[in-house]
């Protein structure tokens, strides 16, 4: 019996020390579990037998002769006649988090610089760093450090015309056009959007819309350059290869006009008065200038911010036409559901005028205030015949809360017959624009004041504006 009983014994000692051994495996791999997991993205490795890599994982290293940075150059790494000249915090490195296709920044914390590829940064200014960057400081020769970047490379197969200028970032979008990448530029650290544009020597330029025709690349490329309007996109930078053409241009970061409709449902008036009333101002520039865009589309206007109230830029001027003063364009162009009906009556084969950029107006303002479509294939007929007819109706719920001027305004800018559609000097002045909040705020974004003055010209009678201008209590 007591040999059963001590073994009894034994056995419940080892069950709980079974047990007790469990629960302290539980509580270290708890302990693993919730320690942060660091993961290394960049390490600079030193040129200096004595100095000591580092690996980078945090969002901010900094290197210098304080204790407090997180490499220390000391004396026993560093000759006396090089490392007096160091500053206590003389350079740091930044990257945000998680790394992906965020770019590295080297910013020079030093009175005798830090230099990048045998270039000074500047006291407080910044660079971006790429793989094998030698970082040298206090003087150009003095190469203390190579810079290697273990994130993924997206710069493959781009020129190096590109490479050498830009850090590559993320994808922006892409279409039947090409791809839009968010770049960055190495030594000033601005962010732009590059177009690539991929040319199909094959295509027909003559008789068609190829997006990828060198001819249509080509001219937009030319067209973009010789453009200069606050709400018009512009080009920083070009570079034209055999296959390809990467566009450099201004980077709006409130995203597509189509995007805002689509998050919104809808916009509203005064939202949709703001953004229009830019447009015009955009199209009025490219019209005196002899340019027909031919393919407006929420697509194609993008917005600085995403701000509810934002500056508006025109871009994408593949299908754009130089044309002189009453000439006639005759190419089938646009994307289909805003284009003008002259250009589907005629397949292509007639003639048409910049009028066709006022009916694509009319388009995208009927699509800001009722998130919908005027001409669709889901209303029964084909789009193609609806616009052919000008036949659309505000049958939608939300044309309620929408001005009968507003509807009115629209109706006369989707008139079929293009010699009784109106010009874009008079759109610009039509009683539904004639809001001197609107003309205020629109010339600010634009950065316009001789415009403000000259569009509030229609807002009030002559003499009424001469009593006002007498008045120095109303100024």
Wanted: with cysteine; charged share 25%.
């Amino acid at each position: 019996m007591q040999a059963v009983k001590d073994e009894n014994i034994s056995s419940q000692a080892a069950v709980g020390g079974i047990g007790e051994t469990q629960t302290q495996a539980s509580y270290v791999w708890s302990q693993i579990e919730s320690q942060p997991i660091h993961v290394v993205w960049g390490q600079l490795y030193s040129k200096k037998a004595k100095i000591k890599n580092l690996d980078l994982c945090k969002e901010k290293f900094c290197v210098g002769r304080a204790e407090t940075n997180d490499l220390v150059l000391k004396e026993d790494d560093i000759e006396h006649k090089h490392l007096c000249r160091m500053s206590k915090e003389h350079f740091s490195i930044s990257r945000n988090l998680p790394a992906g296709l965020n770019p590295v920044y080297i910013q020079d914390l030093s009175r005798n610089g830090t230099f990048v590829n045998g270039e000074r940064i500047g006291m407080n200014k910044r660079r971006i760093l790429k793989h094998d960057d030698i970082i040298a400081l206090s003087y150009f020769k003095y190469q203390v450090f190579v810079f290697k970047d273990l994130s993924p490379n997206e710069s493959n197969g781009l020129p190096k015309e590109i490479c050498d200028k830009y850090y590559i970032g993320k994808n922006l979008g892409s279409g039947a056009c090409g791809t839009v990448r968010l770049v960055y530029d190495v030594r000033t650290c601005d962010e732009y959007a590059m177009k690539i544009v991929q040319k199909n020597p094959l295509a027909e330029s003559t008789r068609s819309c190829n997006l990828n025709d060198p001819n249509r690349v080509l001219n937009e490329v030319k067209i973009m350059k010789s453009l200069e309007h606050p709400c018009v996109v512009k080009m920083h930078d070009i570079v034209d290869k055999a296959d390809s053409v990467y566009m450099v241009l201004e980077y709006m970061k409130g995203g597509d006009l189509l995007t805002r409709i689509i998050k919104n449902k809808r916009l509203s008036e005064k939202i949709s008065k703001l953004f229009f009333y830019q447009m015009c101002h955009a199209v009025r520039y490219l019209h005196e200038n002899g340019i027909t865009h031919r393919d407006l589309k929420p697509d194609n206007i993008l917005l600085e911010t995403d701000d509810e109230e934002t500056l508006l830029k025109i871009s994408d001027f593949g299908l754009s036409k130089n044309v002189r003063k009453n000439s006639e364009l005759r190419t089938l162009c646009g994307t289909p559901l805003y284009v003008a009906p002259e250009i589907l009556l005629t397949g292509g084969r007639g003639s048409y005028t910049e009028k066709v950029d006022i009916w694509s107006l009319g388009v995208v303002l009927f699509t800001m205030l009722s998130g919908t479509l005027p001409f669709s294939d889901d209303y029964g007929t084909p789009a193609t015949e609806q616009i052919r007819r000008g036949d659309f109706k505000f049958n939608h719920p939300s044309w309620k809360n929408v001005s009968s001027t507003a509807k009115k305004f629209i109706i006369e800018m989707l008139t079929v017959d293009p010699f009784r559609r109106p010009s874009i000097n008079y759109v610009l002045t039509h009683r539904w624009l004639k809001d001197p909040d609107i003309i205020r705020k629109s010339c600010k974004l634009m950065n316009l004041n001789n415009l403000m003055s000259d569009d509030e010209n229609f807002l009030e009678p002559p003499a009424k504006r001469q009593r006002i201008l007498r008045d120095p209590k109303r100024i």
